[in-house]
């Protein structure tokens, strides 16, 4: 059973560039949140996706976007790169009955030069 | 008020020891408090989680303690093991927001051999 996978793992994006994060959720689940991760800190909440709309942001610019397929998988967008948005980009998912249990993938590391 | 504090910020214990992580929120309405390893290049994963509605829970060689009226929350590792050397996240949510967590800052924990 495959868990959150998460694509591409590592990327070097240019200041100004947009990139797209790609996420597969665990089979079964159909609930999909993403959070980025600075270099020693904690994941901030970026937004969560449910029947392929937007539920819940968090305090990200709307150069952040996003979007979930009918298959659960979703993408994250950013635009406009900034050398600030480079870290890593979780993505966790979660499904009926497991309540707040979410389950995260190994991530994207995004560095912007 | 969103915010989680954790401390210390690292750690360091014996092998045999007991690690103990502080954490600390100001939002009243939190209602879910999780705690999630993770080691580098890895995403985080659930270790252990409580209800503000009970005061301990125990799960193996990992215990969270909860003191509502502090405000205050705490993992403790018994018999701590240099294969539990990771950084530990504190976080909390309210269940009906769904998978919108404020993280702490983390805590990296070595465990000396």
């Known amino acids: 059973d495959a868990g959150v996978t998460q694509s591409p793992t590592h990327l070097i994006k240019t200041r100004g560039q947009q990139v797209t994060l790609r996420c597969s959720p665990k089979?079964?689940?159909?609930?999909v949140s993403w959070y980025q991760q600075a270099l020693g800190q904690g994941p901030q909440f970026i937004f969560q996706y449910y029947e392929e709309e937007e539920r819940q942001r968090g305090n990200f610019p709307d150069r952040f976007s996003g979007h979930q397929f009918p298959n659960y998988s979703s993408e994250l967008n950013v635009n406009a790169l900034l050398l600030g948005d480079s870290a890593l980009y979780l993505c966790?998912?979660?499904?009926?009955?497991?309540?707040?249990?979410?389950?995260f993938g190994e991530g994207s590391w995004l560095t912007v030069v | 008020q969103q915010q989680v504090k954790q401390s210390p910020q690292s750690l360091i214990v014996q092998k045999g020891g007991i690690s103990i992580i502080n954490c600390a929120y100001e939002?009243?309405?939190?209602?879910?408090f999780p705690w999630y390893q993770q080691f580098p290049g890895k995403g985080p994963a659930l270790l252990i989680a409580i209800r503000p509605d009970v005061s301990e829970k125990k799960e193996g060689r990992f215990t969270i303690s909860f003191n509502k009226s502090a405000k205050q929350f705490s993992l403790h590792i018994m018999d701590s093991q240099p294969g539990d050397s990771a950084t530990y996240f504190c976080a909390a949510s309210i269940l009906d927001y769904g998978q919108n967590f404020v993280f702490g800052p983390g805590t990296r924990l070595s465990v000396l051999p």
């Open positions: 939002n009243t309405a939190f209602d879910y």
């Open positions: 966790a998912s979660t499904g009926k009955g497991l309540g707040n249990t979410i389950y």
């Open positions: 089979s079964g689940h159909d609930t």
